[in-house]
């Protein structure tokens, strides 16, 4: 019971997660190739005519401009195509996301709530 203990003293917070519901899903998908080097907690567009995701800015034209998922891991897609894990559905900090252009966490909550990623914010 003491390993238990000693465990329990060494929990460090993650400042992406905001909260266990709705529980979090994953999937893989490819980081376009120039992407560069992305962040965890990036939020990801998907590219329509390729299927690959990049980070995502309201001003783009294509398809990228709507937010689709967040990054769960840092990337470097700068030369070449890379595979990543993404969550397709959870809670998180809306401080701790990474936004292109000048986005925020307001321009696209109401696209991520229909995608059952929730937003709030670090109490």
């Known amino acids: 019971m003491s390993e238990l203990v000693n465990t329990a003293a060494a929990f460090t917070y993650d400042p992406l997660i905001g909260g266990p519901i709705p529980a979090r899903l994953t999937k893989n998908v490819i980081i376009i190739s120039g992407a ?7 939020v990801l567009g998907k590219i329509t005519a390729s299927g690959k ?33 993404v969550y ?13 252009g000048t986005d925020t966490a307001d321009t696209h909550e109401d696209t991520l709530r229909d995608l059952d990623i929730y937003l709030t914010t670090e109490q």
């Open 53 to 85: 995701y990049t980070t995502v800015k309201s001003t783009n034209t294509d398809g990228s401009q709507s937010a689709n998922c967040v990054l769960a891991q840092s990337v470097d897609a700068t030369n070449a195509d890379v595979t990543a894990i």
């Open 36 to 42: 560069g080097i992305l962040a965890r907690g990036t």
């Open 88 to 100: 397709v559905r959870g809670r998180f900090n809306r401080g701790a996301l990474i936004f292109g």
